[in-house]
């Protein structure tokens, strides 16, 4: 069987290992140039394919991919695209298969979450219906670790860790002023819908009485203005000061966010304002406390300085097998992280069908969360704090990080026709 070319792209928010991901589709891929002759990389995502906009990476350096493993962002530009179904738009299907069949590419990566992992099959299906049949594996990504069926996700485990760190941090700061200056310090994190980032500040404390943070609102449990004013007021009388994590996903029992903007995003999701002082006003006004809040946002998804090492093993990991399954035959399918002990922590890889995954969600559980839905339980703790150990550091030059700048040589253009996304 001749080679043929493999195309690869990164979808949705990037994470701080994403690239590690990347890294090992290609490092893995290179080692099978019989059946791989070369990666394609979508220059903006799957955009890139429609466009007939791709990059090749055969003309980056074995040292320069390898960078890549310690280099945060997308490397080769993301983007928030949503494919809609066939018969909706079968225009963009027929145009991506055109440009595979163009450029001989029978492998498709999908570097992504919930929607992408919908798009890599659908292209399994629909590309075997206009008669190309493409292997289609789809490689999880998300720093809000909803993906069902894996452990966790790549990326969640070092936004997990500078939540972690931040918050303790910032308490500390926080503590050393209580007495005579602010009260209140509130970190909001991302989450739209599950609570795992948040839960991920409660690690900032071992869990006694009294640490921070003081309180976490998960997007799990329906917000009670009167109950969450009660504990702070608590807090601050008992220990000088309050330090609470907000996911941005925070609502009210009725489903309303906190802080909705009132807007949607290309994928048709409501676009979340600062539940952050959202927060302090409600402290303000009512309780009259001098507070700080602070927004993680990029922040928390691009600090590759602080990764868990953890998870950078893992983001390699599930970029390697995903090529070596497809080599194996298997296609319409994802590689799983199945967790095989808590301590010491060892985990595996496995595959799952990307059916079981496609535009679905996993919520923290209930029983990670406190009675009172202000904290996490102990089985909680177990569950997150493999995943952010270990460091993992970039190497440094004059005191920063030395990131990697891709080459980004174009791939030529076999078509004459444009396509507009």
Known sequence: MSA???FYAQSGGVTAVINATACGVI????KHKKRIANVYAGHNGIIGALTEDMIDTNRES????????????GAFGSARYKMKGFDENRAEYERLIEVFKA?????????????????????????????????CLGIPKTVDNDLPVTDNCPGFGSVAKYVAVSTKEAALDVLSMAKTSTKVFILEVMGRHAGWIAAAGGLAGSGAQGEPPHIILFPEIPFNKRAFLKRVRECVQQHDYCVIVVSEGARYANGRFLAEAGTIDAFGHAQLGGVAPVVASMIRDKLGYKFHYALADYLQRSARHIASATDVKQAYAVGQAAVKMALAGETAVMPVIKRVSDDPYRWKIEKA????????E?????????????SITRACRRYLEPLIRGE????????????VTLKSVPVSKKLNTRFVV
């Open 103 to 135: 450029h001989n590419i029978g492998y498709f990566f999908y570097n992504g979450g919930n929607d992408s992992m919908d798009t890599a099959l659908k292209v399994s299906q629909i590309s075997k219906r206009l008669g190309f049949p493409v292997t």
């Open 392 to 403: 993992d550091y970039p190497p440094y030059i004059n005191g920063l990080p030395n990131y």
């Open 362 to 374: 996993k919520m923290l559980p209930r029983r990670y969360i406190s009675k009172d839905g202000f």
């Open 4 to 6: 043929m070319n493999a």
């Open 27 to 30: 490092e893995t891929a290179r």
């Open 62 to 73: 074995a040292r320069t991919i390898a960078a890549l493993k310690h280099t945060p962002g």
């Open 353 to 360: 069908a990307l059916a079981r995954i496609a535009n679905k």
